[in-house]
């Protein structure tokens, strides 16, 4: 393609205001604004991600939808109408980690920077190796092989992992040479997990409550909630507030606060199908899910303001990693994206 000395915008020359959101997964799409995007004739715009092609999805002339192309990579990206090509926007695009794997929500980072991502399987499936782990060098190694249907993971500050069958309604503490004890057990549809500072320990049954499991394993009911379709998804926050996500029949569903004393609100609505998620240090909450139609990873501010900040097809969850930067987990993959956000992480005892 060739360029031109005359400032983008002018004589028809193809010029980007804005690209969002500014993070994508190969397939996902991203929303372009700006001026003479939309070449003279029936012809289409070209949108190049560095050196691939993306297919453009909808054009005007001064806004346009194009989907991440397969092995692109984060770096610049253009628009050419008629030869002429617009001023570049940067676009990150992450990298695929590793796949063939079954993640039903958030992966799980140790204090080394180790991932730990199931291969879940469906309800009474029994699959060869349950649990994965993902060195810092990206090699994968089978890590639990003996466990039906893993669904949520944590990690505590001694580095053990811990990990809930949906099919078994147990939770399971495993070491990190790979050894696997009960932790606890009769946690109905175990589904999503996670630890506050405490040393508490809350799982999500699927048909409606939150137990809190003490450090000395007593279990208690923590909160009571509508039923989901598919899972719970919990986090804490930086207030030490429980927050919990799961699909409802509703296409607009909502994000859960439970506070300490077990008091449920409605943080925020107007999500369909929100899954896993997060916390960055700024109390930034981030949630795979659909926003207006599209699906990705969504922000919710602290004042309840949401945007979608990644976008990606087939998203179930994301753990923000060593280095500013975040492991995003799909149904069938896990993906690394260099994201410049601090994840929120619990302070030491």
């Known amino acids: 393609m060739g360029t031109s000395a005359v400032p983008p915008g002018s004589n028809g020359i193809p010029r980007l205001d804005s690209v969002t959101p500014r993070a994508a997964l190969p397939g996902g799409e991203v929303r372009f604004r700006g001026t003479s995007l939309r070449p003279e004739g029936l012809e289409r715009p070209q949108v ?3 050196e691939q092609a993306g297919s ?6 001064d806004f346009l939808v194009a989907r991440v192309p397969e092995g692109a990579s984060s770096g610049p990206a253009v628009v050419a109408t008629n030869g002429l090509v617009s001023n570049p926007l940067d676009v990150r695009v992450a990298s695929l980690i590793a796949d063939s794997l079954h993640p039903v929500g958030n992966p799980a980072i140790d204090a080394e920077g180790n991932i730990y991502v199931t291969f879940s399987g469906g309800r009474g499936d029994k699959v060869p190796v349950s649990i994965f782990r993902i060195d810092t060098n990206y090699v994968v190694r089978p890590f639990v092989t003996d466990l039906m249907n893993a669904t949520g993971l944590a990690a505590d500050r001694t580095g053990d992992i811990y990990v809930s069958s949906r099919y078994e309604g147990n939770v399971h503490r495993v070491t990190s040479t790979g050894q696997m004890s009960l932790y606890a057990e009769g946690m109905g549809v175990a589904t999503g997990i996670a630890f506050d500072r405490q040393g508490n320990l809350f799982v999500g049954d699927r048909s409606g409550t939150i137990f809190k499991i003490a450090p000395d394993r007593q279990i208690f009911v923590h909160a009571t909630l509508e039923p989901s379709l598919a899972a ?15 699909p409802t029949t509703s296409s607009f569903d909502c994000i859960h606060r439970v506070d300490g ?13 929100p899954q896993g998620l997060a916390f960055d240090r700024d109390g930034n909450l981030f949630v795979a899910a659909s926003l207006r139609g599209q699906r990705g990873i969504v922000k ?3 004042r309840q303001e949401a945007s979608l ?12 990693a060593p280095g500013r930067s975040v492991v995003l987990a799909t149904g069938d993959a896990v993906s690394h ?10 302070p030491p005892e």
């Open 48 to 50: 190049r991600f560095g």
């Open 56 to 61: 453009v999805l909808i054009g005007s002339d």
């Open 232 to 246: 719970y998804h919990l986090a804490i926050g930086p207030s030490g507030d429980l927050f919990v996500s799961g």
């Open 261 to 273: 004393h077990g008091d449920v609100s409605v943080y925020f609505r107007g999500l369909g199908r």
């Open 300 to 302: 919710i501010s602290p």
């Open 309 to 320: 900040e990644v976008s990606g097809q087939g998203l179930v969850g994301l753990a923000f």
């Open 337 to 346: 994206l260099a994201w410049d956000i601090q994840g929120f992480s619990l």
